[in-house]
């Protein structure tokens, strides 16, 4: 058993050490092959410059991201409750799971890209198309995702609860829902992802304010130090937001992550 | 002795499958009945059929009405099923769940309570706050080896201790038929006997009366006072036996040629 135990934990170590040599290297050439100008300097800044492009417009880009993150946390707390709503309701009658999945699924074909236009036509430049759009790409995953941890309970266990003479709604509240919440932080983790993107592609077809005019802005400046700075500042910030969520799940489901062998 | 639950003419088949046929099955008050039959051979869908959590193609489950859970639920079923009730003092449960104590064959704890809430989970559906329920579970965890467990999740538990904690929670459904699908196959021999002695006890105490199953050939004669075989494909109760012997039954029994005797009889059968 200990043996078991510390090659897991060996294991764990390799895990986040051998992909920070990877990444390590990669910058280590790359800024090699700035310094020897084997491309030229315009096009692919060195990472010190970028990290230098990071650092002076730092205030700016804690602006931009301030209204980038409100727009995306408000649309993912809004899908989360329509995408709850949606799942617990088609868990519960056939009927608007008969009429709704199918729908549901043409609705994720339309690529955001292509709705965002549309959006600011409607609802104009302010935050509110952003908050549309990533409502739309928030709920899905979660919608499906309680749908399929509502629907995958074993169904002696809804035995269980029925021979104690449960109701509905109790069978929901200490089964179908507990069992379907790791699913549901899956869902959750795929959502922020794509509430942080769907927030900048909305934010480049206009507005004020936010990671993704920013980055229109830098683009017709040419300042690719610059630009390069907000794509790893997007990324980091989905990579946060995350691990949040990771947290999260952790204080919600304790018994995911408790081993036989601790008291 | 007074007949407390009745199955008469049960049949079940699932899709072109015929499972059970025409099973007819009583249990008296207090009385330990056993199901024995080979692996397959659709003790499971009879226990479910029995709780009410399956209708069967034809047939009816009849319980004796003063024994019945739930008033309220009670008078509701009066209204449905009046007319085909057969007899006056029994209530039709065909296809009603909830009238009878039902341990499934899985222990199905659930993963996200700790021990100490899936014992009580029965007391907070009927409706018991959740620290009342939580210190009536509490009061049993001794007898039951379970001491130091409250707080823990199932996980961290022997196949063993999770078993016991099933046993608990179908104890603490509080009604006066039990049926027990494999209720002691993860218990050590020594852990079983005293959970035997306890549940007899109990059962005296109480009043319960129990239908189980299991594929252990000593522990049925051991504990039974009838056992039922169920065997054949449809299956049918092919015979019954009855374990004449005062209890608690020790270990002189078991070492006994009357104990072989009742062991060959029931080998043939099966
Ligand atoms: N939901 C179901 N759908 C179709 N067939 C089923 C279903 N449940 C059980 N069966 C079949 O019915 C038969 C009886 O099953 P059952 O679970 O009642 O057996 P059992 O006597 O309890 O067996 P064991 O001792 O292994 O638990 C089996 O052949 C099984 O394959
Ligand atoms: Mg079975």
Same mark, same amino acid.
């Given at each position: 058993?200990? @043996? ?34 084997? !491309? ?55 009927? !608007? ?37 990533? !409502? ?25 609860? @029925? ?96 081993? @036989?062998?601790?008291? | ?5 009745? +199955? ?37 869908? $009879? ?61 199905? $704890? ?10 009580? $989970? ?14 009536? +579970? ?63 006890? *109990? ?38 036996? *009855? ?24 080998? $043939?059968?099966?």
């Amino acid at each position: 058993m200990s @043996k078991k135990y510390s090659d897991n934990k060996n294991k764990k170590y390799m895990d986040i050490v051998v992909p920070c040599i990877v990444l390590v290297a990669v910058l280590v050439i790359w800024q090699l092959a700035c310094t020897f100008s084997l !491309v030229p300097s315009y096009m692919l800044p060195s990472p010190v410059r970028v990290v230098k492009a990071f650092i002076n417009d730092f205030d700016l880009l804690m602006q931009h991201a301030k209204t980038t993150l409100t727009e995306a946390v408000l649309g993912m707390v809004l899908g989360v409750l329509l995408g709850f709503v949606s799942a617990a309701l088609m868990d519960a009658f056939k009927v !608007v799971r008969q009429g709704l999945y199918p729908l549901l699924v043409l609705t994720q074909t339309i690529p955001p890209v292509a709705i965002a236009p549309l959006l600011i036509l409607w609802f104009s430049y302010g935050i509110a198309p952003k908050v549309v759009l990533v !409502v739309l790409v928030s709920y899905f995953p979660i919608a499906i995702g309680l749908l399929e941890g509502f629907e995958s309970v074993d169904c002696d266990l809804i035995f269980l609860l @029925k021979s104690m003479n449960a109701s509905r709604w109790q069978i929901f509240w200490h089964v179908k829902f507990p069992s379907a919440l790791g699913e549901f932080f899956s869902g959750l983790k795929i959502a922020a992802s794509y509430s942080i993107v769907g927030a900048v592609i909305a934010e480049w077809l206009g507005g004020f304010n936010g990671l993704g005019v920013y980055m229109t802005r830098v683009k017709k400046s040419m300042s690719y130090d610059k630009m390069f700075a907000v794509i790893f500042f997007v990324s980091a910030i989905s990579l946060i937001l995350m691990a949040v969520i990771k947290l999260i799940q952790k204080k919600a489901m304790p018994y995911k992550y408790i081993r @036989k062998q601790d008291e | 002795m007074q007949k407390i639950l009745c +199955a008469n003419n049960i049949s079940k088949s699932y899709g072109d499958k015929e499972v059970l046929k025409d099973i007819n099955l009583t249990l008296d008050e207090g009385e330990l009945v056993c199901l024995l039959g080979v692996s397959g051979v659709g003790k499971t869908t $009879l226990f479910n059929i029995l709780s009410g959590l399956m209708k069967p193609d034809s047939g009816e489950v009849l319980l004796k009405k003063s024994y019945s859970n739930d008033e309220r639920r009670k008078e509701d079923i009066d209204k449905e099923y009046d007319t085909e009730s057969f007899e006056d003092d029994f209530l039709d449960i065909t296809g009603v769940s909830g009238h009878i104590s039902y341990m499934l064959q899985k222990d199905l $704890l659930l993963p996200h309570k700790i021990v100490i809430d899936n014992a009580a $989970l029965p007391l907070v559906i009927s409706g018991m706050s959740k620290k009342e329920a939580r210190d009536k +579970a509490a009061s049993y965890f001794e007898r039951f080896g379970l001491s130091g467990t409250e707080k823990k999740y199932p996980v961290q538990l022997s196949g063993g201790m999770r078993q016991r904690v099933a046993l608990l929670r179908t104890y603490l459904c509080g009604n006066s038929v039990a049926l027990l699908d494999e209720p002691f196959s993860a218990l050590d021999t020594l852990t079983r006997a005293s959970v035997h002695e306890w549940y007899l006890k *109990v059962m005296e105490e109480i009043k319960l009366s129990t239908l189980f199953i299991t594929h252990d050939i000593d522990e049925a004669i051991l504990i039974s006072d009838r056992i039922c075989i169920l065997k054949g494909q449809p299956a049918g109760i092919t015979d019954e036996i *009855v374990i004449d012997e005062p209890k608690p039954r020790g270990q002189d029994f078991v070492l006994s040629d009357k104990f072989l005797e009742y062991k060959r009889r029931i080998k $043939l059968m099966l």
